[in-house]
């Protein structure tokens, strides 16, 4: 199960080849900011293995994001995710330095969030943002969502925005 193509993305499911990719991607200061540090290249190993492991469980997680000639962009995608003691569907994203604020977060994004409204069936979609992020802030905006909560349970200060499907 993937995301529908976008006008210039293109969605598939991670792979160990991807490696180096994420590792450039995840291991960016600046793309990691509002996370606790940058992944090493283990850590973006374990992340590649994650998301295969949602894969096989839930049919989603991160895909690679890729531009329809090949070119690598970042991840997005839909995992599971502990939010105040519950269970939510997060809608999360991860853009090169180089490429951002040029929307495709935002495209990407809203690709996923059809997914989950079309063809998931969920209710209610969220992102999780340190309340400092303000580009991945106006990316949730976009989708339609608003502020909802702030989670109490993280090592890091997150706000919950999210959008309920009717």
């Given amino acids: 199960m993937l995301p529908y193509r976008t006008a210039r993305l293109r969605f598939r499911e991670m792979s160990l080849d991807d ?3 994420m590792s450039s991607l ?4 600046a793309v990691m900011t509002y996370y606790p540090a940058p992944k090493t290249r283990d850590e973006a190993l374990a992340w590649i293995e994650w998301n295969q ?6 049919g989603f997680g991160l895909w ?4 329809h000639d090949g070119g690598f962009v970042g991840d997005c995608g839909l995992t599971w995710q ?8 997060e809608v999360g994203y991860h853009v090169r330095r180089d490429l951002q604020g040029r929307g495709y977060a935002t495209e990407a994004a809203f ?8 063809v998931l069936g969920v209710a209610r979609l969220v992102a999780i943002i340190h309340p400092d992020n303000a580009a991945s802030r106006r ?5 339609g969502m608003r502020q909802l909560e702030d989670d109490l349970g993280g090592e ?10 009717g």
Wanted: some cysteine; glycine content about 6%.
């Fill in 139 to 143: 990316v949730a905006e976009r989708l």
């Fill in 19 to 21: 490696l180096d990719e």
């Fill in 26 to 29: 995840l291991g960016d200061p």
């Fill in 156 to 165: 890091l200060a997150r706000t919950v925005m999210g959008v309920e499907f």
């Fill in 53 to 58: 492991v949602n894969y096989a469980r839930d």
């Fill in 64 to 67: 690679i994001v890729e531009t």
């Fill in 82 to 89: 502990q939010v105040n003691g519950r269970s939510e569907l």
């Fill in 111 to 118: 690709a996923c969030l059809e997914l989950a409204r079309d």
